[in-house]
């Protein structure tokens, strides 16, 4: 199934119509759709798609033999070629005077294999390729090794590639296009456990109560959803017991370096390594109070994966219940008991990515300049405050809540906004109120005549 990227497919388009050589960096998470996205924009010119896999350097270049040669139709009366540089050579020549697209995708691997290639491909691209109409595409699911050993400077094709692109996750309008017939409720509850990432989103049963699809994709051990984050953690690194460790107490509520080193009993040190990698892989996130300089050392760590957060959350602590059977009294106890939690948490981050869309859009009183969470001192109560959503512009700020519990929001809530909105140094405010369950009739009409105050419910957040 493909739904969406049409920002990536014009990116590639574009390049496809320059008519010169082109070497496009694509690369991005396992699983978020690298290759589907090559596929489908395979399809709108003569394409060589080559798939590397983990195996020795003779064993890589037979396959790709095969593979190019059977595409010209010579697989019979050639054999496999001696070398990397005469089978890239060989792939060039026929894209003299047409348009010919080669992608290789999991690079890392054929790299990996073939210490030597990347030389033999610079070297290539200076000397030949530049006079060829070859387009060609390096992939890869290992962002650390793309962006060190093909973008970073020390790599000998550094300052070849044409353009790159980092494949993201769907946002979660993007997300909801996989469920047409959900309710807006069931969206964001389908987003906040699965995340943005495709292959996940398709798992997803529609037309199935969002209990049922939790325990068929997480409660039962034969599912694919239910080891998936252990099988990511064990390709890409070498201790995963330490990481699941520090994810997990992330999930149970530490968030700042201290409490999350405490909390595993580890050394500050060691603990601020293994949470670099993570963040470099995008299951962790770090955030500062928006006001703050990024270098802030009030930052905390979060879970920035929604699939990775609800899993850590629910089933790894759980996995001794879900091998012995029991999975009913997980779903309808600590599942059922601790999702609504859960869900604010995710639900706050799509009412961050609705005012950023809306900024970017022009919709918004004023263009925001930097968003996100706010948390520090309140000199009046002496106590520490924290404030969902801040958006700073210039000289006007906008102070957001979030609220996704089943009753509508009245009056009282924006004036506690207003009361911790007021710590923050500037006249010109704005404040917004997100609701699952919508807003009382008087906080409504005073909406109506305040304009500086804005509500929105779930339906505009899809509007």
């Known amino acids: 199934m493909f739904i969406n990227r049409e920002k990536e497919l014009a990116s590639l388009r574009k390049l ?76 060039a020549s026929q894209a003299k005077e047409k348009r010919l697209l080669l992608i290789i995708d999991e690079y890392s691997y054929l790299a990996n294999a073939s210490s030597y290639f990347p030389s033999v491909l610079q070297r290539l691209i200076d000397h030949e390729l530049l006079e060829t109409r070859l387009y060609l595409v390096l992939c890869g699911s290992s962002v650390s090794f793309m962006e060190s050993e093909v973008l970073g400077s020390r790599s000998p094709l550094f300052g070849r590639r044409t353009a790159q692109m980092r494949v993201e996750p769907f946002t979660y309008r993007e997300a909801s296009l ?42 039962d051990t034969s599912a694919y959803l239910y080891a998936e984050p252990r099988f990511l953690l064990r390709q890409e690194l070498r201790e995963p017991s330490l990481y699941n460790t520090i994810i997990e107490s992330i999930a149970q509520g530490a968030s700042r370096l201290n409490e999350i080193s405490t909390r595993i009993g580890e050394p500050n040190d060691k603990t601020a390594k293994y949470i670099a990698t993570l963040l470099n892989l995008n299951i962790l996130g770090r955030e500062v109070p928006v006001t703050e300089k990024i270098t802030s050392r009030k930052a905390i760590y979060y879970i920035r994966d929604n699939l990775f957060k609800f899993w850590y959350t629910f089933v790894f602590p759980n996995l001794s219940l879900i091998e012995t059977g029991m999975t009913e009294e997980l779903l309808n106890k600590k599942i059922a008991e601790g999702l609504s939690k859960y869900l604010g948490l995710a639900f706050e981050n799509i009412c961050r990515e609705y005012l950023s869309y809306k900024s970017v859009r022009g919709e918004l009183p004023f263009r925001i300049t930097k968003l996100g969470k706010w948390w520090g001192n309140n000199p009046a109560k002496k106590k520490e405050e924290e404030i969902d959503l801040l958006g700073l512009g210039e000289n006007q700020i906008i102070i957001g809540e979030c609220k996704w519990t089943n009753a509508g929001v009245g009056v009282g809530e924006l004036e506690r906004l207003r009361e911790k909105g007021s710590i923050i140094d500037c006249q010109n405010r704005i404040f917004v109120i997100f609701s699952k369950r919508g807003f009382t009739a008087d906080l409504e009409e005073l909406a109506a005549r305040d304009a500086s105050v804005y509500l929105a419910t779930l339906d505009d957040l899809f509007s």
């Not at 496809?16 to 998470?29: I, P, Q």
């Not at 589907?36 to 270049?61: A, P, R």
């Not at 019979?76 to 792939?91: G, N, P, Q, Y």
Request: hydrophobic share 40%.
């Open 178 to 219: 996989f469920f047409p017939e959900l309710s807006n409720e069931e969206k964001i509850i389908a987003y906040g456990v699965l995340g943005g990432i495709p292959q996940y989103l398709q798992k997803w049963n529609q037309h199935l109560p969002y209990k049922e699809n939790i325990a068929n994709n997480f409660l």
């Open 16 to 91: 496809k119509n320059s008519g010169k050589f082109e070497m496009a960096v694509v690369y991005g998470r396992r699983r978020v759709g690298k290759t589907t996205l090559l596929k489908e924009f395979s399809k709108e010119m003569e394409s060589i798609f080559f798939v590397c896999d983990e195996v020795n350097e003779k064993m890589m270049l037979r396959n790709f033999s095969e593979v190019v040669l059977e595409h010209f139709g010579q697989k019979d009366t050639l054999s496999s070629f001696e070398s990397w540089e005469k089978a890239i050579r060989f792939v």
